[in-house]
T-cell receptor
Framework: GESVGLHLPTLSVQEGDNSIINCAYS??????FIWYKQESGKGPQFIID?????DKRQGQRVTVLLNKTVKHLSLQIAATQPGDSAVYFC?????????????FGAGTRLAVHP | EAQVTQNPRYLITVTGKKLTVTCSQN?????MSWYRQDPGLGLRQIYY?????VTDKGDVPEGYKVSRKEKRNFPLILESPSPNQTSLYFC?????WGSGSFYTQYFGPGTRLTVL
């Protein structure tokens, strides 16, 4: 498969545990935030998003938390499964260009062990 | 099946030889975008298009061109490729993007480009 990051920070968890992946974003005026999952050899896949006027949003087994005070975004995955093993990226839409752009973080590798 | 397709998936070329990577979506999306992905740097936006004949620079546009003559296609052109453009390229599309309106961006499978 394709190598998406040779020196990414890695989070190792046991199957069934909860995972928390953190991201520091860059622009305090960013309006929209997204978490993507990228498996080896594939393009990024949407997981969950949140607008800047919210601080928490829940999906199926995933929760995103937004702390605008410290420009921090987190993704919580409940009951982590082997299929969750992937690289996770946060992304933000800054006001530059009328919020038309998308800026990605460097990514975190999640390794799930049985 | 709704999808974003890219061709070719793999390409090895030499410095200075013009090339085009095609991107096509069948979802009638207005917004399309190109990204490059390099180890440890995440994805960086090259160009994006809000609609037909409307394109704008992303964060790393140098050395690339794009065109949007039809809604479904958004080719990426490297007029004179150089080794620093060796990368993994992704095309993405979305129903709409920006100005308070954000819809899911769907990504293609990627094109691995090597410039020797």
């Amino acid at each position: 498969g394709e190598s998406v990051g040779l020196h990414l920070p890695t989070l190792s968890v046991q199957e069934g545990d909860n995972s928390i992946i953190n991201c520091a974003y860059s622009n305090s005026a960013s309006d929209y935030f997204i978490w993507y999952k990228q498996e080896s050899g594939k393009g990024p896949q949407f997981i969950i998003d949140i607008r800047s006027n919210m601080d928490k949003r829940q999906g199926q087994r995933v929760t995103v938390l937004l702390n605008k005070t410290v420009k921090h975004l987190s993704l919580q995955i409940a009951a982590t499964q082997p299929g969750d093993s992937a690289v996770y990226f946060c992304a933000e839409t800054p006001p530059l260009g009328g919020y038309n752009k998308l800026i990605f973080g460097a990514g975190t590798r999640l390794a799930v062990h049985p | 099946e709704a999808q974003v397709t890219q061709n070719p998936r793999y390409l090895i070329t030499v410095t200075g030889k013009k090339l085009t990577v095609t991107c096509s979506q069948n979802m009638n999306h207005e917004y399309m975008s190109w990204y490059r992905q390099d180890p440890g740097l995440g994805l960086r936006q090259i160009y994006y298009s809000m609609n037909v004949e409307v394109t704008d620079k992303g964060d790393v546009p140098e050395g690339y061109k794009v065109s949007r003559k039809e809604k479904r296609n958004f080719p990426l052109i490297l007029e004179s490729p150089s080794p620093n453009q060796t990368s993994l390229y992704f095309c993405a599309s979305s129903l709409s993007w920006g100005s308070g309106s954000f819809y899911t961006q769907y990504f293609g499978p990627g094109t691995r480009l090597t410039v020797l």
